[in-house]
């Protein structure tokens, strides 16, 4: 199983082949899913004793199962946060994977270690933070958030006050499921303020104010958001900043999606106070053009995460050892084991420069103000609200929330498009709307077009 023969080579020549059609193709189609009794119809039994072989597996997995699968990449894919990983990035990742660098540690992955690092410190660069902070690759958004939330908790519990306390934590209805999600699995509570909208300072103050002692005494950190997945909404980073100092909260940014917008000039200043957060999340996989999974965690004060973090073991002291001196990633985030995630992006910036990056940000901004404009001027729909960020909400006028699904479904059964419904809070009710996240450069006006047109 380990050794060389011709058989591996034959089919490393193999994988290499699709992967390289996979990268130059200029089109490549949409895709759909097959339920699973279709797939194993299709495939039969791939796991046996004596095993099927490697030309036999892979010839299903071209012929059937990698059908069955939609890129993220794909130009008319605009549903959820897309990804667009740039190709230079892509062919890293094979790099990565074939270097068998274990990303934890210095004394292991110190070249890869290093390149992630510099990597990071054009992210880092980007949010204004001060001198000293620096951050680390991540799965992704979850894993991020929960790392901060727990690095933040675990600074307030230094105070033996809070020891016993079960911490408390406020964000708005419109911040990610993840914040959700980590606030469980942190086992901390969470408050929502009851707006899609920007959340504001007022809006922060008013809840804070409406707390009772023993929710304040638990309360511990805020969350905002730097462009809203649902509809890119740009929280008041700056008001925000000012009550977690005023009240001594500490303050998490979920820049999950927005945050590749920090590079484009054109809405910079809507992130105005981002450089006042304790952390923030950024997801390189999204608009940062990298292959999954890459998600970011950045700190203010990197030392806090590395108290929260940092994993103890006989078998580890060698690590923290004079003589294998370095930056462990794993001392600022949930995870031990971890490849160097950050190593396609690295490749990416340093074959393609930081201002393609800036232009291909700025591109998914303007296919949104594209998009809203031709919503104007198209008599069967209309805008839900401003387009924000890369994001744009808009309505079928006439119609109900089953003909939203039924119009998702014909569309992707047809390989045309995946564009998905979505809600927004319009009044006491959540209304049923579609949705449009611009992150891929090579979406044409065209795209947008027959889109809107098949919705006629």
């Not at 809070?162 to 509570?189: F, Q």
């Not at 959540?430 to 889109?451: A, G, H, K, L």
């Amino acid at each position: 199983m380990h050794k060389i023969d011709i058989e591996l080579i034959e089919m490393t020549l193999d994988v290499m082949k699709y992967a390289i059609s996979r990268i130059s193709a200029t089109e490549h189609p949409i895709g759909k899913p097959k339920k699973h009794e279709e797939l194993k119809a299709l495939v039969g039994e791939t796991i046996t004793e004596k095993g099927v072989g490697g030309e036999y597996a892979f010839n299903l997995w071209k012929e059937h199962l990698s059908k069955a699968n939609v890129p993220v990449d794909h130009p008319r894919n605009l549903a959820f946060v897309p990804a667009a990983p740039t190709r230079a990035a892509v062919m890293f990742d094979l790099v990565t994977s074939a270097s068998s660098i274990h990303g934890a540690y210095w004394m292991e992955g110190a070249g890869g270690i290093f390149c992630e690092n510099e990597a990071m410190k054009w992210i880092v660069s980007l949010t204004g933070l001060p001198e000293g902070a620096f951050g680390v690759f991540t799965s992704g958004g979850t894993a991020a958030n929960l790392s901060a939330i727990v690095t933040a908790r675990e600074h307030w519990r230094e105070d033996e006050t809070y020891k016993r306390e079960k911490g408390l934590i406020i964000t708005s209805i419109g911040a990610h499921s993840s914040i959700k999600a980590m606030a469980k699995v942190a086992d901390v509570d969470i408050l929502l303020v009851d707006s899609e909208e920007r959340l504001t300072e007022s809006d922060l103050r008013k809840t804070i104010d409406n707390l009772n002692f023993h929710q304040r005494k638990r309360l511990f950190a805020v969350v905002g958001t730097g462009g809203t997945t649902n509809a890119g909404i740009v929280d008041d980073l700056e008001g925000i900043a000012k009550v977690c100092e005023e009240e001594g909260l500490w303050f998490h940014v979920d820049a999950a999606y927005g945050g590749g917008a920090l590079a484009a000039d054109s809405v910079r200043h809507l992130f105005n106070g981002i450089e006042k957060a304790d952390s923030i999340t950024i997801d390189p996989h999204k608009w940062m053009f990298s292959p999954y999974d890459c998600g970011a965690v950045i700190y203010k004060n990197p030392e806090l995460a590395k108290n929260a973090h940092s994993q103890q073991g006989s078998y580890l002291d060698i690590f923290k050892d004079e003589g294998a001196h370095g930056f462990n990633p794993t001392d600022y985030q949930i995870q031990l084991t971890r490849r160097v995630r950050g190593l396609p992006l690295w490749f990416s910036l340093a074959t393609n420069g930081t201002e393609k990056y800036k232009e291909a940000v700025e591109r998914g901004i303007e296919l949104a103000q594209v998009a809203g404009k031709m919503i104007e001027e198209n008599p069967n729909v209309e805008l839900v609200r401003e387009p924000s960020l890369s994001c744009v909400l808009y309505r079928r006028i006439g119609w109900k929330p089953e003909d939203y699904t039924h119009w998702t479904y014909e569309n992707h059964d047809k390989g045309f498009a995946l564009v998905t419904p979505t809600k927004w809070k319009n009044g006491d009710i959540f209304e049923t709307v579609s949705r449009f996240c611009f992150i891929n450069p090579d979406t044409s006006e065209n795209d947008i077009q027959m889109i809107l047109d098949s919705m006629n």
